[in-house]
């Protein structure tokens, strides 16, 4: 069974950098698009970004382009997301998901397996 595990969340001041990092165990992972999602009080689960497992490829939100990059790490099974130039509106629990194809889509119920999340807070 496919797990996942994410970590590096915590509190920065607004402009401040976080990387989030998200643990895979139990599977194939360079098999696996993997994507981040971030879900604020009171707001639907959104699509941050994905790394397609098929040559890397990669799609951001508008919301996060330009300051966001997400990365993977075939051979420690790890999927990154740097988070530069943080907002307070990027206050949110940010989730890692997998799945098992190399199609990039945002749609939540697309994804097989998730993390528990981990809550990045930017105070401003």
Not at 2 to 24: I, Y
Not at 27 to 54: D, H, L, N
Request: include cysteine; proline fraction near 2%; glycine fraction near 12%.
């Amino acid at each position: 069974q496919v797990q996942l595990v994410e970590s590096g969340g915590g509190l920065v001041q607004a402009g401040g950098s976080l990387r989030l990092s998200c643990a895979v165990s139990g599977g194939t992972f360079s098999r696996y698009t993997m994507g981040w999602f971030r879900q604020a009080p009171g707001k639907e689960r959104e699509c941050v970004a994905i790394i397609s497992s098929r040559f890397g490829g990669t799609y951001y939100a508008d919301s996060v382009k330009g300051r966001f990059t997400i990365s993977r790490d075939n051979a420690k099974n790890t999927v990154y997301l740097q988070m530069n130039s943080l907002k307070p509106e990027d206050t949110a629990v940010y989730h890692c998901a997998g799945r098992n194809s190399p199609v990039m889509v945002t749609n939540t119920r697309q994804y097989d397996t998730w993390g528990q999340g981990t809550q990045v807070t930017v105070s401003s």
